[in-house]
């Protein structure tokens, strides 16, 4: 079977640093993407985690641990604008498979 | 060109009616998907075509019907849909199956009414 869960819902203030965590359970892995979507909007790809440690790029960074099933997303000096949902998806063959999703609210 | 194009972005249509969602890629792009999102909902995968072939349909009602006239381009011909049919749908394209480069195109709303 598949299966990817994320927190449903996170909250922190504008500045801050905030960790988004995905576990997942999928046959035939070939890699973990993140996606940012406001809402109404369609999915922007954030990043693509194929090996195994952390990548950056600019305020995000993305880790992938594929032994443990386990993936976040760092998000560093938070601003209002990266109040949207947050989505891992893991890579199988000829699909992504999507975790529910956390809608991250920033506060001033 | 890095995108994936879908058009229209938004359609309303009676139940009676026959629509087609259209998405072109120009990347070289050997995989396409379409999906199905409903608000406050991850994407729903619906249809996978691989190299012009349709690999996966994910029990998709046949009054949604995909077809794949080249390798740049997908559509997706609507008839007799339900208002609950009512969704955000996105296609995405990727280099080859296993998902490499994957790209949402920016959706179609559509509104069954």
């Known amino acids: 079977g598949q299966n990817i869960d994320q927190p449903t819902e996170m909250t922190a203030t504008e500045g801050a640093i905030v960790q988004i965590n995905c576990t997942y359970q999928?046959?035939?892995?070939?890699?973990l993407f993140w996606y940012q979507q406001h809402a109404g909007e369609a999915p922007t790809f954030l990043s693509y985690?194929?090996?195994?440690g952390l990548e950056e790029k600019g305020r995000f960074s993305s880790f992938l641990s594929r032994s443990k099933g386990y993936s976040y997303l760092l998000l560093k000096e938070l601003q209002m604008k990266d109040s949207a949902s947050y989505l891992c998806?893991?890579?199988?063959?000829?699909?992504?498979?999507f975790g529910t999703g956390t809608r991250l609210l920033v506060s001033p | 060109d890095t995108e994936v194009t879908q058009t229209p972005k938004h359609l309303v249509m009676g139940m009676t009616n026959k629509k087609s969602l259209k998405c072109e890629q120009h990347?070289?792009?050997?995989?396409m998907y379409w999906y199905k999102q409903k608000a406050k909902k991850p994407p729903e995968l619906m249809f996978v075509?691989?190299?012009?072939?349709?690999?996966i349909n994910e029990s998709v009602p046949s009054r949604f019907s995909p077809e794949c006239p080249n390798s740049s381009l997908l559509n997706l011909h609507l008839h007799a849909l339900q208002p609950e049919d009512s969704a955000l749908y996105l296609c995405?394209?990727?280099?080859?199956?296993?998902?490499?480069?994957?790209?949402f195109g920016s959706g179609t709303r559509l509104t069954v009414v």
């Open positions: 995405a394209s990727s280099l080859n199956p296993t998902g490499d480069g994957y790209t």
């Open positions: 999928t046959s035939g892995f070939n890699g």
């Open positions: 985690n194929v090996l195994d």
């Open positions: 998806a893991a890579a199988g063959f000829q699909k992504l498979v």
């Open positions: 990347m070289g792009h050997r995989a």
């Open positions: 075509y691989s190299y012009e072939k349709l690999s």
